[in-house]
């Protein structure tokens, strides 16, 4: 396992702003919005040519809140996972009760933890992280997370804890994000397909709010899980954390291979649903759209071919994308997900043989001409294949603005009779063939 450090401590003491600092990226939520945070976040960090991970945590404290009794579940979760443990404190407000309470909760794991008094933005405010000492840990160290003061002080500590381990960086991964409109159900099939409560899951739209990954082997191949937040449409996009989740489902977009656009199954498809899909067609991801709540459906034996007929309708601008149809919260069904998703994967990353790409090529032309369009009409010459995630196709041509769209989406239904390219776009480029090649 690798080396993990957790962050933790009361809500708005700057635990995001300080996983943000030691990752270098924006990918934790930051607002002043207390409880912002809510599931655990991972992400991959290094210091000084050491590598480890490092997980955000949803705030914890005293009292009654939305969430508290799930955000106190996801960072003990956090806590049992990590190796050493970041305790963040204010040191603009002092101790509280929050800190204390979390204090006793952290002496129960028994691992080092270190004391960062956040907020010590000048000389002059060192004095207060001396009070923290009460808390019976190691020395604290004063840190600016604005200014970037002391994190380097803070590293080197996590650093002496640290029993390095020399990996070679993981390959054959899938990694696929779980998109969809808010409250379809994608934390709960996250959690379906971990097999334990790892994102939060509420009834309440919108409870996630960043984007999380989580990497797990089933049947000998690894894949890694990347949640997100329900993706809004555009023009709803008010609030600064709404703008910052979007941000974040894309930036999961880009990072996976495959995108699970999940529809809510008990209450079909809606408009936004294929404004979701459309960022996968966007972002040319592999595609499987899983119809989620499939057993809070009334069915019969025509039901399942109806909706499948649905969704073909609505969403045309997806026809390679295969459908699968499960219950998450009552876990059926969602081991039919992972034969698809291989298979997905394979054809996303396949490589097609030049020889049978030409034939394709020149059999399809055969059959059906191109026609004049901008006063010319385009000549085929030669294709090869350039590149995979999705399997992307170079064509020769006398002049690529004498192909109407039309004509290349004819290519593109003929390429797929040939070749099994189930859930993945295929991408053509269009070159002009240069007078000195022939």
Same mark, same amino acid.
């Given at each position: 396992?690798?080396?993990?450090?957790?962050?933790?401590?009361?809500?708005?003491?700057?635990?995001?702003?300080?996983?943000?600092?030691?990752?270098? *990226?924006? !990918?934790?939520?930051?607002? @002043?919005?207390?409880?912002?945070?809510? %599931?655990?976040? +991972?992400?991959? #960090?290094?210091? /000084?040519?050491?590598?480890?991970?490092?997980?955000?945590?949803?705030?914890?404290?005293?009292?009654?809140?939305?969430?508290?009794?799930?955000?106190?579940?996801?960072?003990?979760?956090?806590?049992?996972?990590? *190796?050493? !443990?970041?305790?963040?404190? @204010?040191?603009?407000?002092?101790?509280? %009760?929050?800190? +204390?309470?979390? #204090?006793?909760? /952290?002496?129960?794991?028994?691992?080092?933890?270190?004391?960062?008094?956040?907020?010590?933005?000048?000389?002059?405010?060192?004095?207060?992280?001396?009070?923290?000492?009460?808390?019976?840990?190691?020395?604290?160290?004063? !840190?600016?997370?604005?200014?970037?003061?002391?994190?380097?002080?803070?590293?080197?500590?996590?650093?002496?804890?640290?029993?390095?381990?020399?990996?070679?960086?993981?390959?054959?991964?899938?990694?696929?994000?779980?998109?969809?409109?808010?409250?379809?159900?994608?934390?709960?099939?996250?959690?379906?397909?971990?097999?334990?409560?790892?994102?939060?899951?509420?009834?309440?739209?919108?409870?996630?709010?960043?984007?999380?990954?989580?990497?797990?082997?089933?049947?000998?191949?690894?894949?890694?899980?990347?949640?997100?937040?329900?993706?809004?449409?555009?023009?709803?996009?008010?609030?600064?954390?709404?703008?910052?989740?979007?941000?974040?489902?894309?930036?999961?977009?880009?990072?996976?291979?495959?995108?699970?656009?999940?529809?809510?199954?008990?209450?079909?498809?809606?408009?936004?649903?294929?404004?979701?899909?459309?960022?996968?067609?966007?972002?040319?991801?592999?595609?499987?759209?899983?119809?989620?709540?499939?057993?809070?459906?009334?069915?019969?034996?025509?039901?399942?071919?109806?909706?499948?007929?649905?969704?073909?309708?609505?969403?045309?601008?997806?026809?390679?994308?295969?459908?699968?149809?499960?219950?998450?919260?009552?876990?059926?069904?969602?081991?039919?997900?992972?034969?698809?998703?291989?298979?997905?994967?394979?054809?996303?990353?396949?490589?097609?043989?030049?020889?049978?790409?030409?034939?394709?090529?020149?059999?399809?032309?055969?059959?059906?001409?191109?026609?004049?369009?901008?006063?010319?009409?385009?000549?085929?010459?030669?294709?090869?294949?350039?590149?995979?995630?999705?399997?992307?196709?170079?064509?020769?041509?006398?002049?690529?603005?004498?192909?109407?769209?039309?004509?290349?989406?004819?290519?593109?239904?003929?390429?797929?009779?040939?070749?099994?390219?189930?859930?993945?776009?295929?991408?053509?480029?269009?070159?002009?063939?240069?007078?000195?090649?022939?």
């Amino acid at each position: 396992m690798p080396f993990t450090v957790a962050i933790v401590g009361r809500p708005n003491v700057g635990k995001s702003s300080l996983f943000n600092r030691i990752v270098g *990226d924006r !990918i934790s939520i930051i607002d @002043d919005v207390a409880g912002v945070t809510r %599931d655990r976040i +991972y992400a991959q #960090a290094e210091w /000084l040519t050491k590598k480890f991970s490092l997980i955000d945590t949803g705030g914890i404290e005293v009292g009654d809140a939305p969430f508290l009794t799930q955000i106190k579940q996801q960072a003990e979760i956090a806590m049992d996972e990590a *190796d050493v !443990i970041i305790f963040v404190v @204010d040191g603009t407000v002092g101790l509280t %009760d929050s800190d +204390y309470y979390i #204090a006793k909760q /952290l002496y129960k794991t028994e691992k080092p933890v270190i004391i960062a008094v956040n907020k010590i933005d000048d000389i002059s405010m060192i004095n207060n992280s001396y009070e923290f000492f009460a808390l019976g840990f190691s020395d604290p160290i004063a !840190i600016s997370t604005h200014h970037g003061i002391g994190i380097g002080d803070l590293l080197d500590k996590v650093m002496s804890y640290m029993v390095q381990e020399d990996k070679e960086k993981e390959k054959g991964i899938i990694s696929f994000a779980v998109i969809g409109r808010p409250n379809v159900g994608k934390s709960s099939l996250v959690n379906a397909i971990l097999g334990e409560d790892r994102v939060i899951v509420s009834p309440i739209s919108g409870t996630t709010t960043d984007a999380i990954d989580t990497t797990f082997t089933k049947d000998k191949q690894k894949y890694t899980v990347i949640d997100t937040a329900g993706i809004k449409k555009r023009g709803k996009v008010y609030e600064n954390l709404d703008k910052y989740s979007l941000l974040r489902a894309i930036t999961a977009l880009e990072r996976a291979d495959v995108a699970l656009i999940v529809i809510d199954g008990k209450d079909g498809i809606q408009e936004q649903d294929t404004h979701v899909a459309g960022y996968a067609m966007e972002y040319m991801r592999a595609a499987i759209i899983v119809v989620n709540k499939w057993d809070a459906v009334q069915k019969d034996d025509k039901t399942m071919k109806k909706f499948e007929e649905k969704i073909r309708e609505d969403f045309k601008f997806l026809p390679y994308a295969p459908i699968v149809f499960l219950s998450a919260k009552e876990n059926q069904r969602v081991h039919t997900l992972f034969p698809v998703l291989k298979q997905v994967y394979a054809n996303f990353t396949k490589e097609l043989p030049t020889k049978l790409i030409n034939e394709t090529l020149m059999d399809a032309v055969a059959m059906n001409p191109p026609a004049v369009f901008n006063q010319g009409k385009a000549k085929f010459n030669y294709a090869t294949q350039v590149d995979v995630k999705p399997p992307t196709i170079s064509i020769f041509v006398n002049e690529p603005n004498y192909i109407h769209f039309s004509y290349e989406r004819y290519l593109q239904n003929q390429f797929r009779s040939v070749f099994d390219l189930t859930g993945t776009p295929l991408k053509f480029t269009f070159r002009k063939k240069d007078a000195y090649e022939d």
